[in-house]
Structure formats: C-alpha cells, structure tokens
C-alpha cells in the first residue's frame, strides 16, 4: 500500500513539473509584436550586401507581357543604407539613388545633378522611373525605426499578422500588415492601407538561404489605385562582403 501511494505521488509530481515546463517554454517563446519586428529587422540586415536586381513593370494586374524591363545593382549597409545604380535601360544607365543617414538622393546622370527627396515626395517610384515601388516602399530604416504601434492582428501555426502605423506623418499610407513567416522571420506579404482601403499588396516568394539569412528573390507589387503590377527578381545575392564608403557617401556615391 505504501508503495502504491509513494507511486501515486511521484506520477502527481511528475504531472505538476510537465505542466510547469510546458508552462515555462511557451512562455519563454512568446514575444511581443513588438520583439517579432526587431528579429524581422536582425535577420535582414547583414553588415553589406550586394546584389542585381532585374524589374519588370506590367502596365495591368493581369498583364502577360511587361511594358519595360529595369536592372540594377544594389548595394547595403545594414538597414539604414542603401544604394541602386540603374544599369539598363541605356537611357538612364548611371542614375543612382543612395538612401543614407535617413536622407535620400537622387543622381540625374543627364543633368549631372543630385536631388532631395523629401518625405513629401517618397510615394513617387524610385527613380522617377515608374513601377509600383516608392522610395517609401524601398528605402527607410528598418521596420521598428520607420513603424510604431505594433498589434497582433492574427496568428496561426506558422505565421503572424503584424499591424503597424508609419511614423512620418507624411506617409501615404495610414497602416502596413505584416504578414511574418515564422521560421524565417520574413514579411512573405504586406500590406498596404489609405484608410480603411488596401491600397496596395506586396507577395514574396522564391526564398532562398545564403550564408545563413533567408532572402526572397522574387517580390510582386500590386497597385490596386493604378491597376498595375512590378515584379523584382534578385540574382547574385552577396552577404558580408567588402564594399567602399564612397558608395554610401553623400558626395561622392555618383563619382
């Protein structure tokens, strides 16, 4: 009898310390909306990066064939720095776009110079090339700099949807939901609003693993007010690589 009793209390004991256990690692693995976007933001920003980046502008939603073809090659300096050089066309071969201490420039190779673009202007297309990305939609810091007022719109087993209002009160859109794989700690989708209304509906696919971090190198904007659609594809992806200041310098990425 004793036995028994002795047997009973130690299966009690080991119920009680499986439901503590269980307990604590769900604790431990919950995080804040908050905490999910600052892990978004580590796993996209090595320390460089270099890659080429073909884009083709569709003028409808269900265009087969795009009314022009963009290349480039892009360079990273984290999340804060960023610069293109448009390759082709020929006749914007040399414009570059340089995204750096929050500020962003503009080279005009056909005037030989360097515009502002100020918060005003960031919904305009990069380049002033068309295309549905903005300076908005491509450049800025990282999300948890840009974005405040995180909440958790939904979760499921194997993503969360992210909610988030832009900083700048001259942003064109009013709220971004983000849609975060969460093994990879990547936006598969965003979402863009104007109000209530989505304004635009980015997909990313194709994602490959390189030197530990996961990149999509197939990304789909979707312009519902324009009825357009750009699609971007990444080829040559490079982490960690050496790369010049002068690429990143306000007055001298152009030379």
Do not use: C
């Amino acid at each position: 009898m004793k036995t028994s009793t002795s047997n009973r209390k130690i299966r009690q004991m080991m119920t009680v310390l499986i439901i503590i256990g269980g307990l604590t690692s769900v604790q431990l693995a919950a995080k804040t909306p908050y905490e999910i976007m600052q892990l978004v933001d580590e796993q996209r920003s090595p320390e460089t990066a270099r890659s080429r980046m073909t884009m083709r502008i569709f003028r409808t939603l269900d265009a087969e064939e795009h009314d022009r073809e963009i290349r480039m090659i892009t360079y990273a300096r984290g999340v804060n720095e960023s610069h293109m050089e448009f390759v082709t066309p020929r006749n914007i071969r040399g414009l570059r776009v340089l995204d750096s201490e929050g500020v962003i420039r503009v080279f005009f190779p056909s005037t030989g110079r360097v515009r502002n673009i100020g918060s005003g202007d960031r919904g305009g297309s990069v380049g002033g090339v068309g295309g549905d990305f903005s300076y908005e939609d491509m450049g800025g810091s990282g999300f948890t700099t840009d974005y405040g007022g995180f909440e958790l719109v939904l979760e499921s087993s194997d993503m969360w949807q992210i909610s988030a209002m832009p900083l700048d009160e001259n942003s064109h859109y009013s709220k971004l939901v983000f849609h975060i794989d969460k093994d990879l700690y990547i936006p598969i989708q965003i979402d863009y609003y104007s109000s209530s209304e989505m304004v635009k509906h980015l997909a990313a696919s194709q994602i490959r693993q390189i030197d530990g971090r996961s990149v999509a190198t197939h990304l789909i904007m979707k312009n519902f007010e324009n009825n357009s659609r750009t699609e971007i594809r990444l080829a040559d992806v490079e982490w960690n690589i050496p790369l010049e200041d002068d690429l990143f310098h306000p007055n001298r990425f152009y030379r």
